[in-house]
T-cell receptor, first 112, second 116 residues
């Protein structure tokens, strides 16, 4: 069963606008959430994370929001740039458990 | 960039043959992981290691075995490859292990494996 879901396979936005990528999870035991970015023919790279004790974490143009009651998190990119075009994976883990679960990914295209 | 290399980067093999993929790190990180990436599934954990000779199963471990005889090397073996194992395989490392530690995983460039 897929415990982390990204229901939008793709998203297209205009340069300079906001990109919002969504992620839902089913396991209420998850307490740490991460976003990874992946370019073609490369491995995923860490982007931003959030602990379940917080509801927001910001790093430059990237902000992650966590809504625990809805088991939902989102990644906001403002302003979006063409270099942000990539596949974004949401991931979740529980305690010190090494079994991190990933969503299927959302392909973001930022048009100039 | 974390010093992680994977070899080979591409491999085509036939059903029933054994295949070994290698992950090598220069970061001296304790934890190492093998994932597979498939369309519609994202990345799924196959096996991981928490030290030399210490390994454990992940979500999709059937048909795979691993070994770690040195801190820097983590091998993934398909004893008898099947077409369902056609995938892109990623190795990852982390220093502390586990998301709640605040640690993250750093990924290698991937190995594309095709089983005919």
């Amino acid at each position: 069963d897929q415990q982390v879901k990204q229901n939008s396979p793709s998203l297209s936005v205009q340069e300079g606008r906001i990109s919002i990528l969504n992620c839902d999870y089913t396991n209420s035991m998850f307490d740490y959430f991460l976003w990874y970015k992946k370019y073609p023919a490369e491995g995923p790279t860490f982007l931003i994370s959030i602990s379940s004790i917080k509801d927001k974490n910001e790093d430059g143009r990237f902000t992650v929001f966590l809504n625990k009651s809805a088991k939902h998190l989102s990644l906001h990119i403002v302003p979006s740039q063409p270099g942000d075009s990539a596949v974004y994976f949401c991931a979740a883990s529980r305690g010190l458990n090494n079994d991190m679960r990933f969503g299927a990914g959302t392909r973001l295209t930022v048009k100039p | 960039d974390a010093g992680i290399t994977q070899s080979p980067r591409h491999k085509v093999t036939e059903t029933g043959t054994p295949v070994t993929l290698r992950c090598h790190q220069t970061e001296n990180h304790r934890y190492m992981y093998w994932y597979r990436q498939d369309p519609g599934h994202g990345l799924r954990l196959i096996h991981y290691s928490y030290g030399v000779k210490d390994t454990d199963k992940g979500e999709v471990s059937d048909g795979y075995s691993v070994s770690r005889s040195k801190t820097e090397d983590f091998l993934l073996t398909l004893e008898s490859a099947t077409s369902s194992q056609t995938s892109v395989y990623f190795c990852a490392i982390s220093l502390l292990g586990g998301g709640a530690s605040g640690d993250t995983q750093y990924f290698g460039p991937g190995t594309r494996l095709t089983v005919l």
